[in-house]
Nanobody, 123 residues
Framework: QVQVVESGGALVQPGGSLRLSCTAS????????MGWHRQAPGKERELVATITSGGSTKYADFVNGRFTISRDNTKNTVYLQMNGLEPEDTAVYYC?????????????????WGQGTQVTVSS
């Protein structure tokens, strides 16, 4: 099994910054993609950013250069540095990790999600 745990959510004022962290643990061959999604009350979950094991990144349009995703492959940890936070960024932020793992002697894909961490941007 692969477990994903994220942290770093907090209450922050508009214009402030936060850094979210997420670590995948368990027995696996490779964590290929890690990323962040978010969900605000009454809205659908939406992608924020993803990063591959090779360092290729993708961002949602609303990021507008404010966020930076990075990862430490040795620690199987992904980070989301968020600057210039706005009230519209208020949401539960979920981390996910995708890759391959051993099930017996067979390789299977996995896509695991964390429980989420609350980010609240308010004055």
């Amino acid at each position: 099994q692969v477990q994903v745990v994220e942290s770093g959510g907090a209450l922050v004022q508009p214009g402030g910054s936060l850094r979210l962290s997420c670590t995948a643990s368990g027995t696996f061959r490779m964590v290929n993609v890690m990323g962040w999604h978010r969900q605000a009350p009454g809205k659908e979950r939406e992608l924020v950013a993803t990063i591959t094991s090779g360092g290729s990144t993708k961002y949602a349009d609303f990021v507008n250069g404010r966020f930076t995703i990075s990862r430490d492959n040795t620690k199987n940890t992904v980070y989301l540095q968020m600057n210039g936070l706005e009230p519209e960024d208020t949401a539960v932020y979920y981390c996910n990790a995708e890759g391959n793992r051993w099930v017996g002697d067979v390789v299977h894909d996995f896509n695991s999600w964390g429980q989420g961490t609350q980010v609240t941007v308010s004055s």
